[in-house]
């Protein structure tokens, strides 16, 4: 098949190529599509150097799949017209996300829900990916009333821009401001936009696409986006309260049956998930189990995960491996 990556420079785009190398996609021919300014760049694949080319000229070449990690404006205005080319995109932006009809897919979770006819797929936000995967299996059995989120989220969710700030900060040089306050030795509230209601567009994404991908609308939600000075991964402090009543043990045997989660959890030895160890990592990392004795049927977890990783590019290449398994069945 011949799979594009549209916005193979960017970071997500680079994660993209080394995981599509990761899983061995050697028989497949990789389209490079970038914007105007890094047409002619050279991209390695395997043992193969490819010119990146404009995303006019990749619709000349009539991919089968596209994974596009551009930004929602290039996805509103190209990915329907990749489709009606027969092309399946894989977007990783927030642009269609809140569709009805579009499948939202964490692939351990609910890849059922992609059909053959199916030509735009939506990849989840980073911080929602590594929540529901390990709410998910949670939820089945015990059914979640309520979540209460503060979340840690890596400069490298902004993009480029983001962590070359953070960089020239931490060396005391002029940097290009792509917050609207310095990240080095900082932290602030506030993860996209703010809207009328005074949340962020980042803890509406939490809310909508949670109850979306465990379709169940009944769970309450809220939320607190931070964003911190670190590049290796999104954190979570999760409040989960269930409708039914749990055991720990359970909770740890159910967490350790989900394919894609790993448990670190042995605070006697310091042992818990933090950024700095999961970088380039594929798993969800989930600790700090306990139980919030402040009231009933309600449990705190501590989730991480390399938000480029599963949080992007490794969920988008799971959805590419679901769909050539749907194409030679």
């Excluded at 680079?14 to 990761?22: G, I, S, T």
């Excluded at 395997?46 to 070449?61: D, G, M, W, Y």
């Excluded at 379709?215 to 039914?244: K, L, Y």
């Amino acid at each position: 098949m011949k799979i594009a990556v549209v916005g193979i420079t960017g970071l997500v785009g680079r994660e993209v190529v080394k995981v599509l190398e990761e899983h061995n996609f050697t028989e497949h021919e990789l389209i490079p599509v970038a914007s105007a300014k890094s047409v002619g760049k050279m991209i390695q694949f395997f043992n193969q150097k490819l010119s990146v080319i404009s995303i006019e000229q990749a619709l000349a070449r009539r991919p089968d799949i596209a994974i596009f990690v551009a930004g929602s404006n290039i996805s509103l205005t190209y990915a329907p017209i990749f489709a009606e080319n027969g092309c399946v995109v894989i977007d990783n932006s927030s642009a269609w996300r809140s569709y009805e009809h579009i499948p939202l897919v964490v692939p351990e979770i609910n890849a059922s829900v992609i059909q053959p006819n199916d030509k735009i797929i939506s990849n989840p936000n980073c911080s929602t990916i590594q929540m529901v995967m390990v709410l998910a299996p949670l939820h089945k059995v015990y059914k979640i009333k309520r979540l209460v989120i503060a979340t840690y989220q890596s400069v490298t969710g902004t993009g480029v821009k983001a962590v070359e700030q953070l960089e020239a900060e931490k060396l005391g040089q002029p940097a290009e401001m792509v917050y609207p306050h310095p990240i080095f030795n900082n932290l602030f509230p506030h993860g996209g936009s703010f809207e009328v209601n005074g949340d962020t567009t980042e803890e509406t994404k939490l809310l909508n696409e949670t109850r979306k991908i465990l379709q169940d609308n009944s769970i309450n939600i809220t939320s607190t986006v931070v964003r911190v000075p670190v590049t290796g991964g999104h954190s979570e402090a999760i409040n989960v309260e269930f409708h039914n009543e749990y055991t720990l043990s359970d909770i740890y045997q159910l967490l350790e049956n989900m394919p894609g989660v790993t448990i670190v959890d042995n605070p006697q030895r310091n042992e818990y998930p933090m950024p700095l160890y999961v970088k380039g990592k594929d798993e969800v990392f989930v600790g700090r189990i306990r139980r919030d004795n402040s009231q009933p049927k309600t449990l705190n977890l501590w989730v991480v995960a390399d938000n480029l990783r599963k949080g992007a590019a490794t969920n988008a290449v799971q959805i590419v491996e679901h769909i050539v398994k749907m194409k030679k069945n």
